[in-house]
């Protein structure tokens, strides 16, 4: 069973949205876009627990509070659909009232097949949907899941109950940092689901009802006596068997109080005074501990039911890159299907590009869009080079698209460099959230940057001096392009950093004995012309391309030494991604103008050949 097509409507941060799933699949996008709304819409159809829940919605849940028009007297209902597929054996038999046909290839419902002996595209589907409203009446919110179809002659729809839910096999796990409902006992846990799931749940709770009934907290005790004087005094004022016995429990004795109450304990890793080990409630673990024991439990439970949805939020956090990528295998290898919101690139890589949904939310209206394969790379090179980039990229709100291997080095070093030296006016592309994304050639930026700006992000582009068709193709694909001056990066960094740079740079790599043997020859001194220093440094950058010598050679520069091209692509992605908010002047004549025109920064000088495009903002899709 897989869940094909998710509609939800008025609820929460989503007046309207529709998202198409396809397997296995991962949901990113910005912090609020809507990817545990779309979770928790799917949990409202599909989670046997749900609709246990009093109320099962509130004011809040509804889009921008909008529950009620008092003028109307209507309630805007909370809308959740939901499609399933790849329905089993034994589903299609359950539901076979209620199925209607989906294909699979036009992703849509469509007529029964013509001869349901062949295979083909179109397949059993059953469609169920979530209604919540409010009640002026009761003053009260309800909800209810049904089947779509059918639909009797007065307009009503059957009932979709817990029963029929469990037949689904969703298990919506929250964020893991959470877990202390996923290891108690309480309705829906995780525990609670694997109990139920082995039919031992009634003689458990016999047995666990019956020690306790027979252990006596007070007794020999002080409480004891206590309790004694407590039913003399009372004696005096009421008959005896009203108060007889008074005695404590460690429970109220009932399976809910139970529930609330047991905790797992685990060892510490430490003992006792007497030698005996240490242990200690679940809760004061460590995070990571406890999120690979929530999913151990994932696994007992999928091998248990056998055909079973997960969805899970976050499944990277308090984990290490490895453990993330084993975590994400062991689900999807013991799942029909895994639906995961995530903001680590670790995650996102073990996805094909066409599982990862991007999700993006405007006026209210959530879009999804499948990330495919990204144009101009070739499999080998995603799989070796290009994909934990590309990932990073699919997580981030800004991509900057850089043209080859030595911008995509040189770049973020003089970020850092600039900040360092200067941070009311630099910020580093780590700080503003900026993506970096080595397009490997100049024929490469404009799809690239085409490509991301499809899914949302806001594109910059660094590329070298191109032809007018090749500028206008690639300024087209961005929000903001930066030409260089020059042919090559290496040109423009040669011939624009201060002659005090180069030398300090050419100095320290000598100092190190990293110049190379064939080019012993070139070896820089300090008697050696700028001009045949600016050779020797650009054959050096030319056999040790790749390693990023002319980020280190940025990196130790003073700030008007770095070239004023670098200098103002820094400043401009730092300027239209996070605006300067400057105090107002001082009134003429008082101290501390000179200060404030200081931190002022100085204005963008314009290259011949280096003319940015205005930086415009990602406009909201009607």
Known sequence: MKIARVIVRNFRGIVAGEVLLDGHTVLVGDNNVGKSTLLEAIDLVLGPERSSRRPVVDEHDF???????????????????VVV??????????????????????????????????????????RVFFNGWYDPEEDDFAGATYFAVPISADGQFVPFRTQDKRKCGFLFLRTLRTASRALSLERGTLLDIILRLKETRLQMWEQVLASLRGLNVADNHELGELLAAVQDSVRRYVPADWAEAPHLRVTDLTREALRRSLTVFMGTGANRTDGTPHA???????TGTINTLVLALLTIIAELRQNVIFAMEEPEIALPPHTQKRIINAVRERSSQAIFTSHSPYVLEEFEPKQVQVLRRATGVLRSTPAAFPPAVRAKAYRNEF??????????????????????????AAARRLHELRPGVYKTFEALGVALVDAQGETNVAPLSNYFKSLGKQVFAVCDRQDAAARAAIAASVHQLFESPHDGFEDLVLHNTA????????????????????????????DTSIADLRT?????????????????????CELTEIPEYVREVVSAISRTIEPLRLAPLPPPGQAGEAAVAEAMPAAPRVYPRFVPTPPVPVPPEQ
């Open 387 to 412: 994909r934990t980039r590309f990932c990073e990229a699919l997580l981030a709100k800004h991509v900057l698209v850089l043209e080859g291997r030595t911008e995509f080095d040189a770049m973020p």
């Open 63 to 81: 889009f921008a509070g909008n529950y009620f028009n008092s003028e109307l007297g209507t309630s805007s209902p909370i809308q959740s659909e």
């Open 499 to 526: 002659e005090a740079g180069l030398r300090r740079y050419a100095s320290a790599v000598v100092a190190a004995n990293e110049w190379p043997q064939h080019l012993a020859a070139r070896t820089p001194r300090a």
């Open 85 to 126: 597929v790849d329905l089993s054996e034994e589903q299609t038999r359950h539901f076979r009232d209620h199925l209607e046909f989906w294909d699979t290839t036009q992703r849509c419902f469509a007529a029964p097949p013509a001869n349901e002996q062949e295979p083909g595209a179109i397949e059993p589907a059953l």
């Open 536 to 556: 020797a440094l650009r054959d050096y950058f030319g056999w040790a391309k790749g390693r990023g010598d002319a980020g280190d050679l940025l990196a130790i």
């Open 280 to 286: 200690a409630p679940f809760q004061h673990q460590g």
